[in-house]
């Protein structure tokens, strides 16, 4: 991991938001396989929001790192049958694309911890090999989300095909954005896009993403995963 690529991205952010006369994106450091022990080293320099994939592993992160003050995102796929795990530690769930998991995150989040803030995971580019709903199912699971009291709901997270050109994600990227704009009309309070990653998150921060994804660009290689979740 090398400590100048926070800083690096972190310049860039900036100048992209200089450009479009926006308030810098937030980055959030995508963590998953990674160790506590470099979860930490990226903390102490200033980074505060970190992503995780799989459940189990990131709780026991979570655990470990609980003095720090962190951020947590899930961005991964959320099983029902997780549900509760991911509403008892998470402060975020970027992945929610169906009715029966927003009941169940709903369900498990505890009184005393602040609602639970959530995205809605969109497939926009229509894979099979991708989570998310169908862009029609956006605003009737943002209906469920908002009639929940231990959920908030943020806005929007989407995972394009990927590209060796980063500027063929852009029409994604604005389909998102277009997306966006819909949901805010409804939800005032709708203030997060989750989009780009470390190959295309400039293109996505200019169509109007919110907050990007980074990890190879911070951690390097990412290493084995050694835990099921």
């Known amino acids: 991991m090398s400590l100048s690529s926070l800083?690096?991205?972190?310049?860039?952010?900036?100048?992209?938001?200089?450009?479009?006369?926006?308030p810098p994106a937030r980055l959030l450091a995508v963590s998953k396989t990674q160790p506590a022990s470099a979860i930490a080293a990226l903390a102490a320099q200033g980074q505060r929001a970190f992503g995780e994939n799989y459940v189990q592993e990131a709780v026991d992160k979570i655990g470990e790192l609980a003095g720090l003050g962190l951020e947590w995102h899930l961005i991964g796929h959320l099983q029902?049958?997780?549900?509760?795990?991911?509403?008892?530690?998470?402060?975020?769930?970027?992945?929610?694309?169906r009715p029966k998991l927003v009941a169940a995150l709903a369900r498990h989040r505890p009184p005393a911890l602040p609602p639970l803030n959530v995205l809605i995971q969109v497939n926009i580019d229509d894979e099979d090999s991708k989570h998310g709903c169908a862009p029609e199912q956006i605003l009737p699971l943002a209906e469920l989300i908002a009639a929940q009291p231990r959920l908030q709901l943020r806005g929007l997270m989407a995972i394009p095909r990927p590209h060796t050109d980063p500027t063929q994600s852009l029409p994604a990227f604005q389909a998102m954005a277009a997306h966006q704009r819909a949901l805010q009309a409804r939800y005032p309070q709708v203030d997060t896009l989750s989009l780009g990653m470390s190959a295309d998150f400039p293109q996505a921060v200019s169509t109007g993403a919110t907050l990007v994804r980074v990890g190879s660009a911070l951690f390097g290689a990412r290493p084995p995963r050694a835990t099921s979740a």
């Open 7 to 22: 800083s690096s991205i972190q310049a860039q952010l900036a100048q992209l938001a200089a450009a479009t006369g926006r």
């Open 80 to 97: 029902s049958n997780k549900a509760d795990l991911a509403a008892r530690h998470f402060d975020w769930v970027q992945s929610v694309d």
